[in-house]
């Protein structure tokens, strides 16, 4: 370290010598001991500085002791007071979530009527999600505990994992954390509301489905891919969720795909072999993860795989993918085009041929050999970088030979031979 030239003062400390030379001190002129160029100190000064290192903390301790005597004075009086404080608010129930846990609480029980069911928008792993609104016109979803769960030692370690991941993470395509509360032993999250619910529901609403045309459902699955690639490979440590599905994505009102419920999630340890327990929804996981027990990143592209087919298809591949790997008569002949959802006119030539690369690129992610799968980032920057118009047509790809030999190419990216 050099701390030349800035007008230091007072002893150097013992010890300084022993690592640093004089020239690290050089400009600073009413330093004194420890080095020949500078002056011996006063006698009293060290004294003097004795008595500062010990008075100071002292002060600094009475300090904190009396501020945190005015603020239990001061939330005592709040509370006297707590409904003229309440109507000062801004009708925001959530502006002040973290500074009273109970009237957080009281506040959501007004806002969901004690948790009604009327206002219950779902289930999710551990716990029912509900809607809330404050008197100002803010929209949250809630995700509570049951009180069976919340005493539960593995569900409450699934709710602080979650709070945990969501408050470290941000991405534009991963569910925003806003608050968390454990009272009375009921465990809250908070977080923004996605107002079409889960891509799962949607695939399967008559209505909807027809609002999520092809350039949504390609948006859906390059924002899913970008999101898994900043958890795999911007995160430390690298961050896998183990629960990608389509119950796991929703969508907000312009049908923008975000990933949710990180109760399941873990942090890889590079210093251990990250074998667990297995985690994930039936028909998503990784078919080499169920008996190795071993958590990678391949885990999760496996099931991006499984999703970007399903947006594709309208319905889970789960028979299409046993009848191609077992080469049966039945898909040997079947195009591209015939798989798709039929909910939905054929895509045209431009947006073929992106449905033509998730669909290479979804082949790809479900390799039966993890290292054989493609990583997230190449994914993602695939989905980014500017491509050649292909003038194959959907209606001339047969899927047996896009499963066969839909490949991904170091330099070269994905390929269709």
Known sequence: LDFSHNSLEGQIPDGYALYHTSNTLNGNKDLCGQFKVFPPCPKGKKSIIVEIETFVPISIFLGF???GGSILLSRCAFKKNQIEFRGSKNGNIFSIWNYDGHIAYKDIIEATEDFDIRYCIGTGGYGSVYRAESPSGNVVALKKLHQREAENPVFFMSFINEVRVLTEIRHRNIVKLHRFCVHK???????????RGSLFCVLRNVDEVMELDWSKRVNIIKGTAHALSYMHHECIPTIVHRDISSNNILLNSE?????????????L???????????GTYGYIAPKFAYTMTVTEKCDVYSFGVVALEVLMGRHPGELLS???????????MMLNEILDQCLPPP???IGQDILLVATIAFACLHTQPKSRPTMKC?????????????????????????????????SGFVYC
């Open 65 to 67: 002791l009396f501020i």
């Open 185 to 195: 032993g009921c465990r809250f999250l908070i977080y923004e509301y996605m107002e």
């Open 255 to 267: 049908f923008q795909g975000f990933i949710s419920d990180f109760g399941t999630a873990k942090l």
């Open 269 to 279: 340890d590079p210093d251990t072999s990250n074998q667990t327990l297995v985690a």
């Open 323 to 333: 009848s191609l790997s077992s080469s049966s008569s039945s898909s040997q002949n």
């Open 348 to 350: 045209n030539r431009l």
């Open 379 to 411: 994914v993602s920057q695939e989905f980014i970088s500017p491509r050649k118009p292909n003038p194959i047509p959907l209606t001339t790809v047969s899927l047996l030979q896009l499963w066969k030999q839909a490949t991904y190419v170091a330099g």
